[in-house]
C-alpha cells in the first residue's frame, strides 16, 4: 500500500501518468498480471520445471537415455532458460520454431542465455551464440552437437534438416548424364493469371490480357497508359509470412509477389515449402527497378524493404535455405539469365534443388514515359511480335517461379517432371551498334552455344518462345537471327511465337513466362496461336529460312522424337539468355498395391487462419483423384500450418459430405503413447495388418517366434481369451504396431501402459 500511494504522488506531479497494479515480492508473476499490461510489466523471473540433468555432468546423463529421448530433454532444458530469461512461468509460452528476435531477445537478454545455457551444460559458448542459432530448436542442436552426443538418427535430422539434402555431381558431367527438370511453376500475370493452368487456358483461348492502368496506383491524373497489369499486385498476406503491416508497407511489392508465388510453386511441386528449412535449396530470381515510393511512416525498414538483392534473400530467409540466394537484373532477360545460374549451380552440386525465375511490378509510370520519349511505346499496350503493323512495345508486370532439380533427385523425391531443361547459354552484345540495340550476330551465338549445351543441333527443336516485343527493329534482328540458326536445313517449318501478344512485355519476368507457356504446351502436344501477327513483318525476308509464324492454334510438330522448344530473351543491357526445354521423359507407373473396398481414408487442410482453413475446404471439391492418393498429398506435401481441418470418408463422395472437424494447434503437439491391457485382445489380431504392411510384419512375426507354437496358435482362434494366451498375444501386437507408427515418422515423448501393456511400454522405450 506505501509503495502504491508513492507512486500515486509521483503521478499527481506528471502531465500524464499510467495508474497501474505494483507488483512486488516473489508472488509476482505473468499470471498476475491484466492481460492489457502483459507486455509493459515485468515479472520475476522464474524457469519452468526441467528434469535435473544439467551442470558439466550433463553429456553423461544424456548418454543413459534414448538418443530421440536426448534431444527432447535438451529442447525441454533450452526452452526453460529461455523461458526464465523472458520472465515467463512455463516453457509452453516459449515457442521452440520462433527466432530469438520475434520471441523479444535483445542483446542483453541474449548475452544472459548464453551465459544460462552455458551453466547449464557445462560448455564454452560463443558470445553470439543466440545469433548463429536464432532459434530455441537450433540452440539445443548445437548444444547437443558441442556434447558430442547428435545422432543421424534422431529428432535433429529428421525433423529440422529437410527433405532435400546436398548429392554432388561432378561439375564436368555432361548435361544429359543427369537431365535438369522443372518440378513446380507458380505465376501472377495480367488477365487474372493466377496458376500455369490458368496461363494455358488463357494463352489456347487467344484471349488478350492488355487494360489501362489502375487507378489505385497513383499515376499522374490526364495520363491514361496501356499495358499488362496485374489487378491483385497491391494485395499481401503479411500474417502469413510473419510480417508486420509497417514493414509489409515498406516491401517493395515485388518482394511480396515472388514470395506468395515460390510458396505456390513449391507446393505445386508437391513439396511442403517448410522441409526445406536448412537445406542447400537455392534461390536465384530475376529482378527489375520497381519505382516504388518509399513513406515516412516506414523508415528503419527501406533498406530491406527497397533493395533488389533482398528478393532473393527473403524468400531464403523466411524458408531458412542455405545454398545460394542471388538476385539477377539484366533487364529483360534476367529471368531466363536466373534459369541459366540455377541449372549451372545444380549440375556443380551448389545445390540440390533451385527457385528460380522473375518479378517484375509497375510502381511508377516510368517505363512508359521513358519509352514514349524514344518513340518505342505502343499506345495501346499491345505487343504486334513479328508483325506487319508492329508499332512499339507494351509493358506489362507479373511473377513466373519455377522448381527445379536433376532427374535422378527427382525420381527418388517422388516429383512429377514437367519437363527437361535441356540446355541453357547466356551471353552479351558487346560493342554493337548502341548501347540499348540488339545484336544479331549476338543472338546467334547465345542460339548455337545453347543448342550445344544441350548436344543438339537447329532442326531437333520444333518452336521457339521468341522475345518478340513488337519494335520495328528488335523483331526483324531477332527473327533474321532465328532464320540463320533454327530456319537451316530442316524438314519441318519451326513455329515462332510471343506470349507478349496475349499479356504484353513482363519484363524481368519475360523469359520465365514464355518458359510456363512453353511447358504447358510441351505437356499437351499443342502451339498457342500468337496474336495481331496474321501479316508478317515485310521488314524481313522469310523465304530464306524455314521459320513459320504460329498465327493459328495447332497440334504440335510430329517428328517421332521427344518435343522441344527454345526460349528466348534479350535485354536493354546486352545480356542475352536462351534455353532449350524438352518433353518430360516418360516414366514407369508402378502399379499401386490392392486396397480393400472399406478403405476409410482423412483428407487433413491446414491454413494460417480460420478463413484459409474455410478456404482450402471448398477447394476439396475440385479434387479429382484416388481418395487414397489425395489423402496422402494433402497430408505430406504441403506445409501443416496452424489452424486445422479434416473430413473422413470412404470415398469421394463422402469425403466430400462429410462434416469437417476443426482445430487449431497449441503449442508443440507432444505425442503420447497408451498401450492398453487385457481385454482388448482379440482372435487373429493383426493378420490383416501384417498382409498390409511389412514393417508391422516383421516385428510381429519377431515376437512371435520367441513363444512356443502351442502359444502362436492359441492366439489365432478362440483360446487367447486365456490369460496364458493373451498376454503375449498383446505384446506381440502392441509392439508390432508401434513400429509401424516409428516407420511413419512418429515420436512419441511419453509412452504407458497398464497390466502387460506396461510391459510393452518399457520394452519399446529400450
Not at 238 to 246: K, Q, Y
Not at 411 to 425: N, T
Not at 735 to 755: Q, T
Amino acid at each position: 500500500a506505501t509503495t502504491g500511494m508513492a507512486a500515486l504522488d509521483a503521478a499527481l506531479g506528471c502531465s500524464q501518468a499510467v495508474l497501474a497494479p505494483v507488483l512486488t515480492g516473489p508472488a509476482a508473476s505473468a499470471a498476475d498480471i491484466p492481460p492489457l499490461l502483459a507486455g509493459v510489466l515485468q515479472t520475476s523471473r522464474r524457469a519452468a520445471v526441467t528434469e535435473s540433468v544439467v551442470g558439466a555432468g550433463m553429456a553423461d546423463r544424456l548418454r543413459t537415455v534414448s538418443p530421440a529421448r536426448r534431444f527432447d530433454l535438451v529442447l525441454d532444458h533450452v526452452r526453460g532458460e529461455v523461458a526464465a530469461v523472458l520472465g515467463h512461468s512455463s516453457n509452453e509460452r516459449v515457442d521452440p520454431k520462433r527466432s530469438f528476435k520475434e520471441l523479444g531477445f535483445d542483446s542483453l537478454t541474449s548475452v544472459e542465455l548464453r551465459n544460462r545455457v552455458g551453466a547449464m551444460t557445462g560448455l564454452r559458448l560463443g558470445t553470439t551464440v543466440v545469433f548463429d542459432y536464432p532459434t530455441v530448436t537450433a540452440l539445443a542442436e548445437h548444444v547437443l552437437n558441442q556434447l558430442g552426443l547428435a545422432e543421424t538418427d534422431t529428432h535433429i535430422t529428421t525433423a529440422t534438416v529437410g527433405a532435400v539434402s546436398p548429392t554432388p555431381v561432378d561439375s564436368g558431367a555432361p548435361a544429359d548424364s543427369d537431365p535438369i527438370v522443372i518440378v513446380g511453376m507458380g505465376c501472377r500475370f495480367a488477365g487474372g493469371i493466377d496458376s500455369p493452368q490458368a496461363l494455358w487456358d488463357f494463352v489456347a483461348d487467344g484471349r488478350d490480357g492488355i487494360s489501362a492502368a489502375p487507378g489505385y496506383r497513383g499515376w499522374p491524373k490526364g495520363e491514361s497508359f496501356f499495358g499488362g497489369f496485374v489487378e491483385t499486385a497491391a494485395e499481401f498476406d503479411a500474417g502469413f509470412f510473419g510480417i508486420s503491416p509497417r514493414e509489409a508497407l515498406a516491401m517493395d511489392p515485388q518482394q511480396r509477389l515472388a514470395l506468395e508465388c515460390s510458396w505456390e510453386a513449391l507446393e505445386h511441386a508437391r513439396i511442403n515449402p517448410h522441409s526445406l528449412r536448412r537445406s542447400d535449396t537455392a534461390v536465384f530470381m530475376g529482378t527489375s527497378l520497381s519505382g516504388y515510393d518509399d513513406f515516412d511512416e516506414t523508415r528503419g525498414f527501406l533498406i530491406t524493404g527497397m533493395n533488389q538483392s533482398v528478393i532473393s534473400g527473403r524468400l531464403a530467409y523466411f524458408l531458412g535455405l542455405e545454398g545460394p540466394a542471388i538476385s539477377v537484373d539484366t533487364a529483360c532477360s534476367a529471368s531466363l539469365v536466373a534459369l541459366h545460374l540455377a541449372v549451372q549451380a545444380l549440375r556443380r552440386g551448389e545445390c540440390s534443388l533451385a527457385i528460380t525465375g522473375g518479378v517484375t511490378v509497375m510502381a511508377s509510370s516510368y517505363m512508359f514515359d521513358e519509352f514514349e520519349r524514344q518513340g518505342g511505346l505502343a499506345r495501346d499496350g499491345r505487343c504486334k511480335a513479328f508483325a506487319d503493323g508492329a508499332n512499339g512495345t507494351g509493358w506489362a508486370e507479373g511473377v513466373g517461379v519455377l522448381v527445379i532439380e536433376r532427374l535422378s533427385d527427382a525420381r527418388c523425391r517422388g516429383h512429377r517432371v514437367l519437363a527437361v531443361v535441356r540446355g541453357s547459354a547466356s551471353n552479351q552484345d558487346g560493342a554493337s551498334n548502341g548501347l540499348t540495340a540488339p545484336n544479331g550476330p549476338s543472338q546467334q551465338r547465345v542460339i548455337g552455344r545453347a543448342l550445344a549445351d544441350a548436344g543438339l543441333v537447329p532442326s531437333d527443336v520444333d518452336v521457339v518462345e521468341a522475345h518478340g516485343t513488337g519494335t520495328k527493329l528488335g523483331d526483324p534482328i531477332e527473327a533474321q537471327a532465328l532464320l540463320a540458326t533454327y530456319g537451316q536445313g530442316r524438314d519441318i517449318p519451326l513455329l515462332l511465337g510471343s506470349i507478349k501478344s496475349n499479356i504484353g512485355h513482363t519484363q524481368a519476368a519475360a523469359g520465365v513466362v514464355g518458359v510456363i507457356k512453353v511447358v504447358e504446351a510441351l505437356r499437351r502436344g499443342e502451339v498457342p496461336r500468337t496474336l495481331h501477327a496474321e501479316q508478317p513483318t515485310s521488314h524481313v525476308d522469310w523465304s530464306v529460312g524455314a521459320v513459320e509464324l504460329a498465327t493459328e492454334h495447332q497440334p504440335w510438330p510430329v517428328t517421332g522424337r521427344p518435343r522441344r522448344a527454345g526460349v528466348s530473351s534479350f535485354g536493354v543491357s546486352g545480356t542475352n539468355a536462351h534455353v532449350i526445354l524438352e518433353q518430360a521423359p516418360d516414366v514407369e507407373i508402378r502399379p499401386l498395391p490392392e486396397r480393400p473396398v472399406d478403405v476409410v481414408v482423412p483428407w487433413v487442410v491446414s491454413g494460417a487462419d480460420p478463413v484459409a482453413v474455410a478456404e482450402n475446404l471448398s477447394r476439396l471439391a475440385e479434387v479429382d483423384a484416388d481418395p487414397v492418393d489425395a489423402g496422402w498429398s494433402l497430408a505430406t506435401t504441403r506445409a501443416a500450418l496452424p489452424h486445422r481441418a479434416v473430413v473422413v470418408g470412404g470415398s469421394r463422395d463422402e469425403l466430400l459430405r462429410s462434416a469437417p472437424v476443426r482445430g487449431r494447434v497449441v503449442g508443440e503437439g507432444r505425442v503420447g503413447v497408451v498401450f492398453s491391457g487385457q481385454g482388448a485382445q482379440r482372435a487373429d489380431m493383426g493378420r490383416e495388418l501384417a498382409a498390409r504392411f511389412p514393417v508391422f510384419a516383421r516385428a510381429y512375426r519377431e515376437v512371435l517366434d520367441r513363444f512356443d507354437a502351442e502359444t502362436r496358435a492359441a492366439i489365432a482362434d478362440d483360446r487367447v481369451d486365456l490369460t496364458e494366451f493373451t498376454q503375449p498375444g498383446l505384446f506381440a501386437f502392441e509392439v508390432a504396431l508401434y513400429r509401424l507408427l516409428e516407420s511413419w515418422g512418429v515420436r512419441p515423448r511419453v509412452v504407458m501402459g497398464h497390466s502387460i501393456g506396461e510391459l510393452t511400454a518399457a520394452y519399446v522405450a529400450g
